[in-house]
């Protein structure tokens, strides 16, 4: 009788144990399914129509710019160091 108790006992306290585990498990799954309505997207995306970067009618021009500055220090240094001989 003494052991009857005992498991009845164990018994009672899984089921609580079970109650209070399944009580979690759906609070948790409430607050995910409330957090995903949270984050749903208010506008749908889209394609892009343009493109934004690289910029290459602005990037060619510049950088012929650049090449043109080196060329032309390359030279006048060149014409420099000829003229000190």
Do not use: H, N
């Not at 009672?12 to 609070?27: G, L, V």
């Not at 409330?34 to 208010?42: D, F, G, P, S």
């Not at 995306?45 to 060329?71: C, M, N, V, Y």
């Amino acid at each position: 009788m003494g052991q009857f108790e005992s498991l009845m006992v164990d018994r009672e306290f899984a089921e609580q144990t079970y109650i209070a585990s399944r009580a979690a498990y759906d609070a948790a799954r409430a607050e995910a399914a409330r957090q995903t309505r949270y984050l749903a997207a208010y506008v749908k995306p889209t394609l892009a129509e343009d493109s934004e970067f690289p910029k290459r009618l602005k990037l060619l021009p510049l950088l012929g710019g650049f090449l043109l500055l080196i060329w032309i220090v390359g030279i006048l240094t060149y014409y420099s160091l000829r003229d000190r001989r």
